[in-house]
Nanobody, 124 residues
Framework: QVQLVESGGGLVQAGGSLRLSCAAS????????MGWFRQAPGKEREFVASISSSGDSANYQDSVKGRFTISRDNAKNTVYLQMNSLKPEDTAVYYC?????????????????WGQGTQVTVSS
C-alpha cells in the first residue's frame, strides 16, 4: 500500500525556517506530481505549493512566494518544502499529496493520496 509520510514540522519563532519532507513508498514516484497543502484551525485546507512529476515546474500560493521552495528528489521518492521567513499566519497542519500525471496543479480535489500531516507552529 502506497503511503505518504511527512516529517520536519515543529515550533519555530517568526523569521525562522523549517524544512518539511514527504517520503513516498512505491516505485513510481516520478510519475506523480506532488503538492503541499495546509489547514489552520477553523479554516479550510488551502494550497501551498506544487511541483511537476519531473520537478521542472512549480506553483506557489501568493502568500508564500519568495519564502517557500518546493523541490523533489525522485531517486529518494521524497518531496521537500523549504520554508523561510516564517510568519505566525503560516501556523497550520501541513499535508503532502500526490496526483497522477505531470502537471503541478493547485486544487486539492486533483490529488488522490494524502499524508497524515505535520504540525507547523510559528510563534510571534
Amino acid at each position: 500500500q502506497v503511503q505518504l509520510v511527512e516529517s520536519g514540522g515543529g515550533l519555530v519563532q517568526a523569521g525562522g525556517s523549517l524544512r518539511l519532507s514527504c517520503a513516498a513508498s512505491g516505485r513510481t514516484f516520478s510519475m506523480y506530481a506532488m503538492g503541499w497543502f495546509r489547514q489552520a484551525p477553523g479554516k479550510e485546507r488551502e494550497f501551498v505549493a506544487s511541483i511537476s512529476s519531473s520537478g521542472d515546474s512549480a506553483n506557489y500560493q501568493d502568500s508564500v512566494k519568495g519564502r517557500f521552495t518546493i523541490s523533489r528528489d525522485n531517486a529518494k521518492n521524497t518531496v521537500y518544502l523549504q520554508m523561510n521567513s516564517l510568519k505566525p499566519e503560516d501556523t497550520a497542519v501541513y499535508y503532502c499529496a500526490r496526483r497522477p500525471g505531470v502537471l503541478a496543479l493547485t486544487i486539492a480535489n486533483e490529488y488522490g493520496l494524502w499524508g497524515q500531516g505535520t504540525q507547523v507552529t510559528v510563534s510571534s
